[in-house]
């Protein structure tokens, strides 16, 4: 198993910045990747940005693409979700998933509100 805990959210007037971490314990060796998705009011959850873990590929949603910047450091067993620019329809609750090998196993955290001001 493993456990993901999101902190970082708030509330920020438009063109901000906000940097979300997502702390994993457990079986974080099992990590493949790790993913951020967000979920607005009345929507869908949707993705935001992913990075392999051992190799640290990115990939990201258009809608964040030059904005956005996903990292992680193994040693603290985090990821961090850089948010720059920010936007009102960025508004959302933000989720951390991870995704093991083997099984391919999601497991989520509890999320956290990110909120823009116009």
């Known amino acids: 198993q493993v456990q993901l805990v999101e902190s970082g959210g708030g509330l920020v007037q438009t063109g901000g910045s906000l940097s979300l971490s997502c702390a994993a314990s457990g079986r974080t060796f099992s990590i493949y990747d790790m993913t951020w998705f967000r979920q607005a009011p009345g929507k869908e959850r949707e993705f935001v940005a992913a990075?392999?873990?051992?190799?640290?590929?990115?990939n990201y949603a258009e809608s964040v693409k030059g904005r956005f910047t996903i990292s992680r450091d193994q040693a603290k067993n985090t990821v961090y979700l850089q948010m720059n620019n920010l936007k009102p329809e960025d508004t959302a609750v933000y989720y951390c998933?991870?995704?093991?090998?083997?099984?391919?196993?999601?497991?989520w955290g509890q999320g956290t509100q990110v909120t823009v001001s116009s």
């Open positions: 998933s991870a995704t093991t090998y083997g099984s391919g196993d999601n497991y």
């Open positions: 990075i392999n873990w051992r190799g640290a590929r990115t």
